[in-house]
């Protein structure tokens, strides 16, 4: 995410709403107020605990008085959409300060007033930022840029192409079923994806779907590809040929990006372990990835907290375990920093619920979503490093979203009627954007 999105501290006062009982007790009128140097406003507030926001874009200084909603609740926010001032927000009831917060690029102010037995008011704060996500749109795509994915549509399932910074429908990349797993190269010139059918295979091809080249063919289903910081290789989880025509254990492999050939860098002698889901570290000199136990777990058919972290040099030494075990651990990313990012579970065995981080030293597991958050997967990094990009819902709304170090969910792109995004979200890395074509490119098969 860029450097704009903090979340901001709220302030209230508790001895003035406490006041207010005596005036009759609850509010009429509130006036939503946001001030600072932003020149260009996403502003969306609304007086109700539940319901639609009203969204506008505005200059400042904005301010709007609305009748009281039900229970006296509020929110207000506030979104500098060119990233370059700061945004303050303030709510009053006449002269009585009800909530504010202090300047940055988001603010919130969000709180209720409720009668308690009809001889006071009580105030207290909603989680912030209360069923609001920050629309891309608003910030200019949010350092996103355009997101490359499958989907399918009328029973056809087609790579897609969406900008969020213009809030365009999705446009077709390819006439036809390419692959999944479409992964940009770190400059955006190229394009990995896995194919299935008669022609399995991971493959590589530019931009302008020319110069399809497969680059392995022992792969299997355990995760996407995973370009290397220099774009000049690919991990991802394969088989080799066995000896004596047995099954072979599943190791991940690098595969030269020119179609050079693969090399092993995993040691795995356990048919019944699979290897997946590939990251690498920023300076391409590790690769994690993800080890399962094949047996489920004896109670409700569950796995058992048998999902592993590992990191291995490139050249295939020094493998080292970064986490207890897990259940149901997905979608490795190697952030700038410290941390890991994957897609994790409830507790119960629900996939896709939450996004969670590790320490590079296996220590420090930690969710970063709430709980409003459910299906999550998909996920990735944005061009910034930091900001983890997904597909998920959250209050019913389905999409993709990013979350970046300020912890405020941006919805990049909403679900599409007729449209079900499958897999393979990459956001473009490169700079100066990717020009998405009027008509869908020829299939190169």
């Known amino acids: 995410m860029p450097r704009h999105a903090r979340p901001v501290a709220l302030t209230f006062s508790l001895g003035a709403a406490l006041a207010l009982a005596a005036c009759g007790g609850g509010v009429e009128e509130m006036t939503f107020g946001v001030t600072g140097s932003a020149t260009d406003v996403f502003v969306a507030y609304r007086t109700t605990a539940e319901g639609p926001l009203t969204e506008a874009r505005v200059t400042l200084p904005f301010s709007v008085s609305l009748p009281a909603g039900e229970e006296g609740a509020f929110a207000l926010y506030a979104v500098d959409v060119a990233g370059s001032g700061i945004v303050e927000c303030r709510v009053t009831r006449d002269e009585t300060l009800l909530a504010e917060a202090d300047g940055g690029i988001i603010a919130g102010c969000t709180g209720r007033l409720r009668e308690a037995g009809g001889a006071s008011v009580h105030l207290y704060e909603d989680e912030w930022p209360d069923r609001f996500v920050v629309p891309a749109s608003a910030l200019g795509g949010a350092g996103v840029g355009p997101l490359l994915f499958t989907a399918t549509s009328g029973g056809n399932r087609d790579p897609y192409v969406a900008d969020p910074a213009t809030g365009a429908a999705p446009v077709r990349l390819v006439a036809g079923n390419l692959g999944t797993c479409l992964r940009w190269s770190p400059d955006g010139t190229r394009i990995a994806f896995l194919r299935g059918g008669d022609a399995p295979g991971l493959y590589a091809m530019n931009a302008d779907a020319t110069g399809v080249v497969l680059l392995d063919a022992t792969i299997t289903a355990d995760g996407c590809p995973a370009w290397s910081p220099a774009g000049t290789e690919l991990a991802f989880a394969g088989r080799a040929a066995a000896a004596g025509g047995g099954t072979a254990a599943e190791q991940i492999f690098v595969a030269a ?79 700038a ?109």
């Open 257 to 335: 990006a020119d179609g050079g050939g693969a090399r092993q860098i995993t040691q795995n002698l356990d048919t019944g372990t699979r290897l997946g889901h590939p990251a690498w570290s920023p300076d391409g000199l590790r690769v994690a990835y993800v080890t399962t136990a094949a047996d489920p777990a004896p109670d409700a058919g569950l796995r058992p907290y048998d999902d592993r972290i590992f990191a291995v040099n490139a050249d295939g030494t020094d493998a080292l375990l970064l986490s207890d075990p897990d259940r149901l651990v997905q979608d490795l990313a190697w952030p």
């Open 337 to 445: 920093g410290d941390q890991l990012l994957y897609v994790c579970h409830d507790g119960i065995g629900n996939i896709g619920t939450g996004l969670c981080v590790v320490g590079l030293d296996g220590a420090g597991t930690e969710r970063i979503t709430d709980d409003r958050f459910a299906g999550i997967r998909a996920a990735g990094l944005a061009a910034d490093g930091t900001t983890a990009v997904f597909l998920g819902e959250r209050d019913g709304v389905r999409g993709i979203y990013a979350f970046g170090a300020a912890r405020v969910p941006i919805l990049l792109l909403s679900a599409t009627a007729g449209l079900t995004i499958d897999d393979g979200i990459s956001p473009y890395p490169g700079a100066g954007g990717f020009a998405v074509p009027e008509t869908p490119l020829a299939l190169p098969f």
